[in-house]
């Protein structure tokens, strides 16, 4: 059994680490909230957007073909939404994870370029392949001014032909205890070709190939700023999670060390009057 000395040590250090938790947990609950807010929010606009757009699908034209645009896929860059910090359990891993699977198996024989967002994805996929470009700045400002540059700036290397396929990696937003690792393919735009989309009437105004040169950009931006709203509110939904976690294990494991404690001072306080007893018996004797 440890002695007194080592246990107060112990109960104070892993107090201490209760205390840090706690405060974490706290002010990534406050975090959440607001990022919960904002995803909750833009949903409905985004999921609009994208039913338009696919409603549409069936219906484009010359317009919008250079987004749409089918190549031999030789050339993939995957984007890898993650975080800047850690501690928020298997948020990070997950995505690592994802990436890692879909470059050994959906495009094993492709020539594979990443491009990470946030710094924990970062430091462990260049160790394996190629990064295009690390964005950590997003983050200090997730504006959907800044996630349109991003997007813009995607976009562009899909028309320049760098990349043939562009697809997106992020953890789509449940509730704070929950988290879905989505894919989704960026570019090129998927066609729906059903019939119930043949058959949609829409009264176009100024014009089709005005509106529709507009909306496919305007859409792919809320696609991209969508994946990284889900990705932050994720963040701090899975790091309020971990700490919640960790706060408990901590106060379970400062319980157990104090009952240690008040059995090893115990034990020394009986050992003592034991000791005085013994030594007033060999004086008396």
């Given amino acids: 059994m440890a002695n007194l000395k080592d246990l107060r040590s112990?109960?104070?250090?892993v107090s201490s680490t209760m205390q840090i938790t706690s405060a974490m947990k706290m002010v990534s609950a406050a975090k959440l909230s607001r990022a919960q807010d904002a995803i909750t929010q833009m949903r409905p606009y985004s999921e609009k957007?994208?039913?338009l757009l696919q409603d549409l699908s069936a219906t484009l034209d010359d317009a919008s073909s250079k987004y749409a645009e089918e190549r031999e896929v030789n050339n993939v860059l995957i984007?890898?939404?993650?975080?800047n910090k850690g501690l928020a359990g298997a948020f990070n891993t997950n995505i690592i994870k994802a990436v890692k699977y879909k470059a050994k198996n959906d495009y094993k024989a492709k020539n594979i370029d990443i491009y990470t967002v946030g710094k924990k994805a970062n430091d462990i996929l260049k160790k394996e392949y190629d990064i295009y470009k690390n964005n950590t700045e997003i983050y200090d400002d997730l504006s959907f001014e800044n996630a349109s540059a991003i997007a813009?700036?995607?976009?562009?290397?899909?028309l320049d032909e760098k990349y043939d396929k562009i697809v997106l990696v992020y953890n789509q937003f449940k509730n704070a205890a929950t988290q879905f690792v989505q894919h989704e393919q960026f570019l090129p735009i998927e066609q729906f070709d059903s019939e119930e989309n043949k058959q949609l009437d829409y009264i176009f105004e100024p014009s089709k190939l005005?509106?529709?040169?507009?909306l496919i950009p305007k859409s792919l931006k809320m696609q991209f700023f969508k994946a990284l709203r889900d990705s932050f509110a994720s963040e701090h939904g899975a790091r309020m999670t971990a700490m919640h976690k960790a706060t408990e294990?901590?106060?379970e494991l400062r319980?157990?060390?104090k009952l240690s404690y008040n059995k090893a001072r115990q034990a020394s306080i009986t050992n003592e009057i034991l000791e005085i007893v013994g030594g007033a018996e060999a004086l008396n004797g």
Avoid: G, H
């Fill in 10 to 13: 112990r109960i104070i250090s």
């Fill in 49 to 51: 957007l994208t039913q």
């Fill in 79 to 83: 984007v890898a939404v993650s975080s």
């Fill in 152 to 158: 813009e700036e995607l976009m562009q290397l899909f």
């Fill in 210 to 214: 005005e509106i529709v040169k507009d």
């Fill in 249 to 251: 294990n901590a106060t």
């Fill in 255 to 257: 319980d157990d060390l």
